[in-house]
């Protein structure tokens, strides 16, 4: 499975992005995707995650700004941001947890990740 990330740039402090996350290969269905990310120096984090039956989850730092959603495909996922402030700053990773027919276990994909630079 691959997870390609897009939308991520240069925005100034109360700004709005979106950024895309499209998975692609073999599976049987998805369990949950979602975002995480990795301020400059830090470590990675939860940003927001959503299940396949929609249960959504997100970080205390951004609920009320940031939003995500599924696409008209199963395998899409998308992250609205909005209001962002500086500390937003970071690489933006996608991830999933894929499920497979048969015995083979459920397994976890990372996305290559897209920064996201919040500055004036």
């Known amino acids: 499975v691959q997870l390609q990330a897009s939308g991520g740039g240069l925005v100034q402090p109360g700004g709005s992005l979106r950024l895309s996350c499209a998975a692609s290969g073999t599976f049987d269905s998805i369990s949950v995707m979602g975002w995480y990310r990795q301020p400059p120096g830090k470590q990675r984090e939860l940003v927001a995650s959503?299940?396949?039956?929609?249960?959504?989850n997100y970080a205390d730092s951004n609920k009320g700004r940031f939003t995500i959603s599924r696409g008209d495909a199963e395998n899409t996922v998308y992250l609205q941001m909005n209001t962002l402030k500086p500390e937003d700053t970071a690489v933006y990773y996608c991830n999933g947890i894929f499920r497979y027919m048969g015995w083979k276990a459920p397994q976890e994909y990372w996305g290559q990740g897209t920064l996201v630079t919040v500055s004036s």
């Open positions: 959503r299940t396949s039956g929609g249960n959504v």
